[in-house]
């Protein structure tokens, strides 16, 4: 068995995965970001303890938000949501106590590798997965593998600058869009998500539509200029408000056509992330055994 461990900013979810990258066991724990990277770190040892105590362990998968130098382990960069988390070395920390195995990936790559290897984009020649939520994170698998860059920060695309110099998860994520309809409708931001922002916008609300339309009009935009770039078969789009895709899928596949050449458009296809909430666990064990 390995052990499967997804750390976010709100929830750590870890698990077990057998020889066949079944998830055979699923558990959540609160991340408590405020605490620091410290308690993190504490928290995937304890985790790992739980394990190795149990049962035989091959080996540990951590998928983990920030920056991540694959070969070491260590946390180059990460948000300050998460204080103190830059540095911390959770493959060290593993290894060093237990004395088994451990990889860990930034969290976008591993549910883009899981997206390649099992979910939406299994089978492509390349494929280009992105996250859209509070920010939007990229990753690029090509042959089946993740594109990292020379210091391991390849395809960072929510920093990319779309329009008069701001970042493209500015004005494109799901949290763009709320604070749009919220300043629109001169109320708290805390009384809008991106759920009630489609509700009212399908029950007509005109200031909820135009919204959308323009986060779907930027994401267009962001999607068309990394396809020029990368020309990848599929671009595979993630995150909550991705499971909009009833409303989402047709506004952003006419989005595409407008900024798309057509001989760059018919070779791109527009999927949506198959995995859910285990694709982060899932890529955190594809990592491991492409290593291992």
Same mark, same amino acid.
């Given at each position: ?13 870890? @698990? ?8 055979t ?13 410290a ?7 304890g ?10 362990i091959?080996g540990v ?18 948000n ?9 070395n959770?493959k ?8 088994i ?14 997206e390649?290897?099992a ?26 593998r ?13 920093y ?7 970042r493209f998860?500015?004005? @494109? ?38 919204a ?13 200029n ?13 995150? @909550?408000?991705?499971?909009?895709q009833?409303y ?9 056509d407008?900024?798309?050449?057509e001989?760059?458009?018919?070779h ?25």
């Amino acid at each position: 068995m390995y052990i499967a461990i997804d750390i976010g900013g709100t929830a750590i979810k870890y @698990g077990l995965v057998d020889e066949n990258g079944v998830l055979t066991e699923r558990n959540e724990i609160a991340t408590e970001a405020q605490l620091g990277g410290a308690s993190i770190r504490d928290k995937v040892l304890g985790i790992v303890e739980h394990y190795v105590a149990r049962q035989e362990i091959k080996g540990v998968g951590i998928s983990s938000a920030g920056m991540v130098d694959c070969e070491t382990g260590r946390i180059i960069f990460a948000n300050p949501l998460i204080p103190a988390y830059t540095g911390i070395n959770h493959k060290e920390a593993v290894e060093a106590r237990f004395h088994i195995p451990c990889e860990v990936e930034n969290d976008v790559n591993c549910a883009g590798l899981a997206e390649g290897v099992a979910g939406a984009a299994k089978g492509t020649h390349s494929a280009v997965v992105m996250t859209v939520g509070t920010g939007i994170g990229g990753c690029l698998i090509a042959d089946g593998r993740v594109y990292h860059g020379f210091s391991h920060s390849a395809f960072e695309v929510g920093y990319m600058h779309i329009d008069k110099g701001e970042r493209f998860e500015r004005q @494109g994520a799901a949290s763009a869009m709320v604070e749009r309809v919220a300043e629109a409708k001169s109320e708290p931001v805390s009384e809008w998500n991106g759920k009630r922002v489609f509700s009212q916008a399908q029950a007509g609300d005109a200031i909820c539509q135009e919204a959308i339309d323009n986060m779907v009009d930027v994401l267009a935009r962001g999607i068309a200029n990394v396809c020029y770039i990368i020309n990848p078969e599929v671009v595979v789009l993630g995150g @909550g408000i991705m499971a909009q895709q009833e409303y989402l899928a047709p506004r952003l596949n006419e989005a595409l056509d407008r900024y798309l050449v057509e001989s760059v458009r018919k070779h791109t296809k527009l999927a949506f992330a198959a995995l859910g909430n285990d694709a982060g666990m899932l890529g955190a064990y594809y990592n491991f055994r492409a290593r291992h």
